[in-house]
């Protein structure tokens, strides 16, 4: 589902990162673990494509995402990529289900309310359709994200120290989460984090250096 292979990426020409080549099938689920610094932020962007790389490939589904076309990328991503960010992005002059209907709204998709509160219902946010963002709890918030990286059905989940900033129970309720609603939706579920909490929840791992 997911292969990356030679894959490096420099921010100055003297200083290449280089990642280990790495698979994943769809419905996997996977840590990526490393220390700040190692590069996880730039691995995510790559995954994702919003970083190009200067070697190397990631294919996702069997497409390279260096052969896309910028608007070509885009669309590929909004239709089979959620990205849960480490902070959270939204325009906060709409409602929860409006920033969600956007969402879908880019991935070319039509404007599906219903599917909407079911995924908030899952998060245990149903409540907070249409409330503005600019309301809502940090907790509210990443519930939220989570949200929207998973309204269209994707077929790949990254998430960007999703638990990094949270307390041992709030920890384990998001990857909690993050774990059941990429089962129910057989994505792809790849965790980027320094978080060592997270080791006994996966038992695929991936260790950067």
């Known amino acids: 589902m997911i292969e990356v292979k030679d894959l490096t990426y420099h921010y100055r020409i003297d200083q290449p990162i280089q990642f280990p080549d790495f698979s994943y099938q769809q419905g996997q689920q996977a840590l990526i673990l490393g220390e700040s ?3 996880k932020t730039t691995l995510l962007h790559l995954l994702s494509g919003l970083l190009k790389p200067k070697k190397g490939f990631v294919s996702i589904d069997g497409k390279k995402l260096n052969g896309l076309s910028g608007a070509q990328l885009d669309k ?3 239709a089979n990529i959620g990205i849960v960010f480490q902070t959270p992005h939204f325009i906060e002059a709409l409602s929860v289900k409006e920033n969600l209907q956007f969402a879908q709204t880019l991935a070319g998709n039509k404007k599906d309310t219903e599917a909407i509160k ?9 409540h907070k359709l249409n409330d503005s963002v600019k309301s809502l709890s940090q907790g509210e918030k990443q519930r939220v994200t989570i949200a929207r990286a998973l309204v269209n059905q994707p077929k790949l989940i990254l998430a960007d120290e999703p638990t990094s900033a949270l307390d041992d129970k709030n920890c384990r309720a998001v990857v909690k989460l993050l774990k059941e609603q990429a089962k129910k939706n057989n994505a792809t579920l790849l965790i980027v984090t320094h978080d060592n909490r997270l080791n006994d929840e996966f038992e695929q791992k991936l ?3």
Do not use: T
């Not at 079911?118 to 149903?126: E, V, Y």
């Open 207 to 209: 260790k950067l250096s």
């Open 76 to 78: 590929f991503r909004g």
């Open 37 to 39: 610094g190692c590069g």
């Open 118 to 126: 079911s995924i908030l219902s899952d998060l245990g946010i149903g």
